[in-house]
């Protein structure tokens, strides 16, 4: 055998059964990056509504500060509805509440919140480029609710816990923040 046709046997090319694991291996590479960007996207979807959530539970809080500082609400009315109706009971709706605009009193979660108004947030302008106007594109927040327990603070008269939980849906996953505050009987 001369020298050439042994480089000939030596130099055979890919069999049919090496390119189909090569296949297999490339595809099965190529649908790892594909799962991983769809979770970066659901992720980057989860970022916004957990950004939301929390600005909405501080808003919530803020307007229970400004309720005491403004002597719009007694110290006594500064909890959750008990039920009593008495002069010590308080304003703040029981469970999870849909997040609507505030009613006459300027408070979320209490009973005059109005159910017609929805609250929404505004993620940019229309197509006229100007912010504020009729035409700007908003998100509604109807798979968000929110809670507000106010509890004493055991020991401590004159100091109440609020605790504000936003609970949410981001495609099969419901979500949770937590605010955690405390609010004295002087401003």
């Known amino acids: 055998m001369t020298q050439s046709s042994r480089r000939n ?22 649908l790892s990056l594909a799962a991983v960007y769809a979770q970066g996207i659901q992720v980057a979807s989860m970022t916004q509504l957990d950004y939301i959530a929390e600005k909405k539970s501080e808003e919530a ?5 400004a309720a005491r500082d403004s002597k719009l609400l007694a110290w006594t009315n500064i909890r959750n509805v008990t039920g009593g ?6 304003v703040f709706l029981v469970g999870p509440q849909p997040l609507l605009a505030a009613g006459p009193d300027g408070l979320y979660g209490t009973a005059d919140d109005d159910a017609a108004n ?5 993620t940019g302008p229309g197509p006229d480029k ?38 949410y ?15 004295s009987q002087f401003s």
């Open 9 to 30: 046997k030596q130099q055979a090319g890919f069999t049919l059964l090496e390119a189909m694991i090569a296949i297999v291996i490339l595809s099965f590479g190529i």
């Open 61 to 65: 809080v803020e307007t229970i500060f």
């Open 85 to 90: 109706g008495g002069a010590n009971d308080g």
């Open 118 to 122: 929805p609250d929404v947030v505004i």
């Open 130 to 167: 100007i912010l504020g106007t009729a035409d700007d594109v908003v998100m509604s927040l109807t798979n968000m609710k929110r809670t507000i327990t106010i509890i004493d603070v055991p020991g401590e008269t004159g100091l109440r816990q609020v605790t504000i939980t936003m609970t």
């Open 169 to 183: 849906t981001v495609g099969s996953l419901t979500r949770n923040y937590t605010l955690v505050s405390f609010i």
